[in-house]
Nanobody, 124 residues
Framework: QAQLMESGGGSVQPGGSLRLSCATS????????AAWFRQDPGKERAGVAS???????TYADSVKGRFTISKDNDKNIVYLQMNGLQPKDTSMYYC??????????????????WGQGTQVTVSS
C-alpha cells in the first residue's frame, strides 16, 4: 500500500506545463526531506528535485530553470511544477519522503517512503 499519493501526471505537448502533487496523511513533510524522482523502463530511478525541512531546494542539472519543487507544510503536500516540458522528460515520476530528518538528498536509497508513481508523457 502506497504511503504517498501522487497526482497530476498526463500527456502534454513540448513546451507545455504540468504540476505534480504528492500527498500524505500519515507523515509530516514539515520536519523532513521530500523529493521527486523519475524512472524509465530498464533504467535506474533518478533524482529530479528535493526540498529540505528548511525549504532548501536542489535540482538535477537537466531540469534546472524549468522545474520547481515546493511544499505546503499545513496540507502535507509536495509539488513539482514542470514548465518547458520536453520529450526527454517523459517518464514515470515518483515522490518520496524522509520524515523527521535534517538530511536531504536526491539519492533513492535515502528514502523509505514512496508513492506509486504518476506518468508524464511529452510528445507532439
Amino acid at each position: 500500500q502506497a504511503q504517498l499519493m501522487e497526482s497530476g501526471g498526463g500527456s502534454v505537448q513540448p513546451g507545455g506545463s504540468l504540476r505534480l502533487s504528492c500527498a500524505t496523511s500519515r507523515y509530516s513533510v514539515r520536519f523532513g526531506c521530500a523529493a521527486w524522482f523519475r524512472q524509465d523502463p530498464g533504467k535506474e530511478r533518478a533524482g529530479v528535485a528535493s526540498i529540505s525541512r528548511d525549504g532548501v531546494e536542489t535540482y538535477a542539472d537537466s531540469v534546472k530553470g524549468r522545474f520547481t519543487i515546493s511544499k505546503d507544510n499545513d496540507k502535507n503536500i509536495v509539488y513539482l511544477q514542470m514548465n518547458g516540458l520536453q520529450p526527454k522528460d517523459t517518464s514515470m515520476y515518483y515522490c518520496a519522503v524522509r520524515p523527521l530528518s535534517n538530511y536531504c538528498s536526491r539519492v533513492p536509497a535515502d528514502f523509505s517512503l514512496w508513492g506509486q508513481g504518476t506518468q508524464v508523457t511529452v510528445s507532439s
